[in-house]
């Protein structure tokens, strides 16, 4: 009798300490509405929820590996892109807050705003006048992202309403047509140090993959969106995505010049179609100390494939091959806009976006290693 009483014990705390490794959890917070751990990896997680149908409140929230809060500020207007910067033995955070969105084209514009350590804010930066662009010229800069260099020294985004005429003659323009040109800009000391825009190159109109009709004054044609930038620690140029031409590029930082495509309509990389990623998200670079690995948040396409994976690609930049291709399905989750992703060991940390999650799974295994369900969005979710 003795024996099976110790064993039932034995037995239930067996089943006690499993289901307590992988308990769900509630969180008193409105912007949290279940948590799911099973042992995560450390480090502070980075949020900044938002309702996208009322712009009028941000917040910086910041948790530890379990999601219980460390911090949570409220910071006025509505906040994307909560990030932490190192350099220069200091410890800065950066966010883009709302100025005003246009809706139809689901560009957010922002001031990128500037704190130190103790969340103390420093600066406040915008879009500066340059190449014909005046003061008097709308400055808000491009929510999607914001390089921190140093605390004068960054590199900013912009979505520029501009007419253009150069647009190629097979695609039947109508005279003066407004486009949405993405404009990448590096500022030192209040001094633009070289900017890019992508409507010197006319060649991504006819690239375009959301539809836009350039024989016609009625609309204004978003036809790149870019939603990334990273700097390639190889060679400190600047990688970017552009979800509306399913394309990842690569611009050769100070001159501007294209220095590769990876996807989209005339991939400088040969892909099959199964390979290609669809409307993608937060194209970062891993660097082994030989050669760069793209890695992205597929988001994939409403109606065309309705789920989202991470994808890790490895190339020969020099000679334009693919030498590695690896991917992970998340499971059940269809992120359909926004997102992001970080490696860390064997997981991915992963920012749901639009999916109102935030994961964490390690690759290798496929096991579920933290789960945070949202009640709003948060653009991007980061852990450091």
Not at 23 to 46: E, R
Not at 143 to 152: A, V
Not at 201 to 214: C, H, I, L, Q, R
């Amino acid at each position: 009798m003795y024996f099976n009483y110790l064993r039932s014990t034995v037995f239930f705390s067996f089943i006690l300490l499993i289901s307590l490794a992988g308990c769900k959890k509630d969180n008193s917070d409105t912007n949290i509405k279940n948590i799911y751990v099973n042992n995560p990896t450390d480090g502070d997680i980075l949020i900044s929820p938002f309702n996208d149908g009322d712009h009028s409140s941000g917040v910086l929230m910041t948790l530890n590996k379990n999601a219980d809060i460390e911090s949570k500020i409220a910071m006025g207007p509505e906040i994307l892109n909560y990030a932490k910067w190192e350099y220069g033995g200091k410890t800065r955070y950066s966010y883009n807050q709302y100025i005003y969105k246009n809706a139809p084209l689901a560009v957010i514009y922002s001031q990128a705003v500037v704190l130190d350590e103790n969340f103390n804010e420093i600066r406040r930066f915008n879009l500066l006048p340059f190449n014909g662009r005046t003061a008097a010229d709308p400055n808000g800069l491009d929510s999607h992202d914001f390089i921190l260099l140093g605390d004068d020294h960054y590199i900013a985004l912009g979505a520029v309403a501009q007419h253009v005429n150069n647009i190629p003659s097979s695609l039947n323009p109508a005279a003066d047509v407004t486009v949405i040109a993405t404009v990448i800009q590096e500022v030192n000391n209040g001094q633009v140090l070289w900017e890019w825009n992508s409507a010197d190159y006319p060649g991504f109109y006819a690239n375009s993959v959301e539809g836009n009709d350039f024989s016609s004054n009625a609309q204004v044609c978003d036809y790149m969106h870019c939603n990334s930038l990273y700097v390639d620690p190889s060679d400190d140029n600047i990688v970017c995505s552009f979800r509306d031409q399913d394309q990842v590029i690569k611009i050769r930082r100070n001159t501007g010049e294209i220095m590769w495509r990876l996807g989209g309509k005339n991939s400088d990389f040969s892909m099959t179609a199964a390979q290609k990623f669809l409307r993608q998200h937060d194209a970062t670079v891993l660097f082994d100390g030989s050669k760069s690995t793209i890695m992205l948040v597929d988001n994939g396409l409403k109606g065309t494939r309705e789920s989202t994976r991470i994808l890790e690609i490895k190339l020969d930049q020099e000679n334009k091959e693919m030498l590695n291709y690896k991917e992970f399905d998340i499971p059940g989750v269809f992120i359909e806009y926004m997102g992001s992703v970080q490696k860390r060991g064997d997981t991915y940390f992963i920012g749901g976006g639009s999916s109102k999650t935030v994961l964490e799974y390690n690759y290798v295994t496929g096991e579920k290693l933290f789960e945070m369900d949202l009640s709003n969005y948060t653009y991007r979710a980061f852990k450091y």
